[in-house]
């Protein structure tokens, strides 16, 4: 059993192996793919469908994947104290995070809300420190500092700009996917990553839907299915990649990991992003490869320490 394991998840864990540090770097490195790819996956769809219809679509065709994936692997589920627990959370991530999130873009300019969203490894970090007592190296705290240069180089775009409320909304919005993060780690007993994202996710579903509901209802928002099969076809690929892929990936490798280390390989979300919208024909410039090399260096040296 790993070392960095707290003293309840080595009691809990009899009956289902922790992932070697090699499988769970192996883990968020997907999670991070699919991230990335399923943001430019759902940029696409976004203009022709309404956000609060999106989500919910999105996570209903998760929810459809993670069960079948579930039912056919036999995954164990036990209700439990723990497991009702972790299925909550799936309110606070996506649901709670998402839904600020859309707010707060509102009325901030996309670069800001990107570069707020790029304080996520941070914040995990922080919480790490004073909700699990995890010890964070000096080296981890260099590989997180030269892969937030390499962000930055990545995404920064001229006139970021916006109000201050929806500044505070997106970084609510980040606070709440860094929560979601450490809490889930401190959570994760014997339970299966995959039994665990799906109870979350459809805990999510239900939280997207009232609340599309409701803002249907009160004349918030007007809410509109897509209007042809290759729009329905792409929210459904986006909503695998970002919420039931990334998500189980993401989970599965923090069974393995200190949840800051597992927050050191997120910034290489929008070096994903940034590779698939370069395959769709986007020109990057100089310092986006620079600044990509430099995340992909700073996740290496994260994976190369975590691995030994």
């Known amino acids: 059993m790993p070392n960095h394991l707290p003293d309840h998840v080595r009691t809990h864990t009899s009956r289902r192996r922790v992932p070697t540090a090699h499988s769970a770097v192996a883990a968020l ?14 940029k696409q769809v976004v203009d022709d469908v309404a956000p609060l219809t999106l ?4 996570l209903a065709v998760s929810c459809e994947l993670l069960l079948v994936v579930a039912l056919v692997r036999q995954e164990p589920f036990a209700w439990t104290r723990p497991m009702r627990r972790l299925a909550a959370l799936g309110i606070v991530n996506p649901g709670i995070a998402y839904t600020l999130g859309l707010v707060g873009l ?29 010890r964070i190296a000096l080296a981890t705290v260099v590989a997180v500092a030269v892969a937030m240069v390499g962000v930055l ?6 006139g970021a700009a916006g109000d201050a409320t929806g500044v505070l909304l997106t970084v609510a919005a ?5 929560f979601y993060a450490v809490l ?14 799906l109870v979350q996710q459809v805990t999510a579903l239900c939280f997207a839907a009232l609340l599309a509901g409701t803002a249907s ?34 989970v599965g490798g923090l069974r393995g990991m200190p949840a800051a280390v597992a927050g050191s390989f997120l910034p290489l979300i929008p070096v994903f992003g940034l590779a698939a919208a370069y395959l ?3 020109r990057l410039l100089d310092r986006q490869w620079i600044g990509a090399a430099m995340v992909v260096a700073a996740a290496a040296a994260a994976a190369t320490r975590a691995r030994r």
Request: overall charge negative.
């Open 55 to 58: 989500l919910p679509i999105q």
């Open 153 to 158: 180089l990545v995404i920064y775009r001229p």
């Open 29 to 42: 490195v997907a999670a991070a793919a699919c991230w990335g790819t399923g943001t430019v996956a759902s």
């Open 280 to 282: 769709l024909g986007d």
């Open 217 to 250: 209802a009160l004349g918030a928002a007007e809410l509109g299915l897509p209007d042809d099969a290759a729009t329905w076809a792409l929210a459904a690929a986006s909503g695998m990649l970002y919420y039931g892929l990334a998500f189980w990936f993401f």
């Open 174 to 178: 980040v606070a709440a996917c860094a």
């Open 106 to 134: 509102t009325t901030i300019t996309a670069s800001m809300s990107v570069l707020l969203w790029a304080t996520e490894p941070i914040l995990i970090m922080l919480l790490a420190v004073l909700v699990l007592r995890e």
């Open 184 to 197: 889930t780690r401190r959570l994760l007993l014997d339970d299966s990553s995959l039994a665990v994202v």
